[in-house]
């Protein structure tokens, strides 16, 4: 039973190049939770979804990002015209249906994202 | 003000040693969650708590609702113990991170 797969691990964009982290939660979890982990700071939640719905995404920047959870295939985090301050690691984390944040999380390993 | 806490932000420790790490908060919450993020970067659920107290093996998790205050602890430290420790509650259907406790066991 694979656990939540993350990629890319790495990603280099130069900025204003568009980036986008994809998310497969562990098989049978129809939640997904991306945070945010800028350099030395702590995680920040950026967006809750369920499968072809955003439940909460209060923490998502309100230009350049957007994510995705579509009926087919993985959560996306897209991120346009990136900028040097969008360098940091993002987390995907998934939970099981009807539990949302106070079920089990499961993380990805993260990705890695660094802007030129 | 941060509406987690956590004490200490650094810890070194002597394999073997009892180990708390602490967490406070200041907003009624509905769950909390301890996380570990190791020295690679990922990050591993460990327990999550609404109530009581939780044992995994030489973890131990401990909260109290009334005084806002979670407790982890870790029996017979050892050096693969050396990582992050990062506190997050849920309250508002929102997730709010301490900034973690990064700690080091030495062998």
């Known amino acids: 039973n694979a656990g939540v797969m993350q990629n890319p691990r790495h990603l280099v964009r130069r900025r204003g190049q568009e980036a986008r982290l994809r998310c497969s939660p562990m098989k049978g979890h129809s939640h997904v939770y991306w945070y945010r982990q800028l350099p030395e700071e702590g995680l920040k939640f950026m967006v809750y979804?369920?499968?072809?719905?955003?439940?909460?995404e209060s923490g998502m920047p309100k230009e350049r990002f957007s994510a995705e959870f579509p009926k087919e295939g993985p959560s996306i985090l897209r991120i346009q015209q990136v900028v040097r301050g969008d360098s940091a690691a993002y987390f995907c984390?998934?939970?099981?249906?009807?539990?949302?944040?106070?079920?089990?999380?499961?993380f990805g390993e993260g990705s890695r994202l660094t802007v030129l | 003000k941060n509406e987690v806490e956590q004490s200490p932000q650094n810890l070194t420790a002597q394999e073997g040693e009892f180990i708390t790490i602490n967490c406070s908060y200041s907003?009624?919450?509905?769950?909390l969650h301890w996380l570990q993020q190791h020295p690679g970067g990922g990050i591993v659920s460990l327990f999550m708590l609404s109530s009581g107290k939780k044992k995994h093996g030489r973890l131990i998790a401990t909260i109290n609702i009334q005084e806002k205050h979670s407790s982890l602890h870790i029996t017979a430290s050892h050096p693969r113990d050396s990582a992050v420790y990062i506190c997050a509650v849920i309250f508002n259907n929102d997730m709010r991170f301490g900034a973690g406790t990064r700690l080091t066991v030495k062998p």
């Open positions: 979804l369920q499968k072809e719905n955003i439940i909460d």
């Open positions: 984390a998934s939970s099981l249906p009807g539990q949302g944040f106070t079920g089990e999380l499961f």
């Open positions: 907003v009624g919450i509905s769950a």
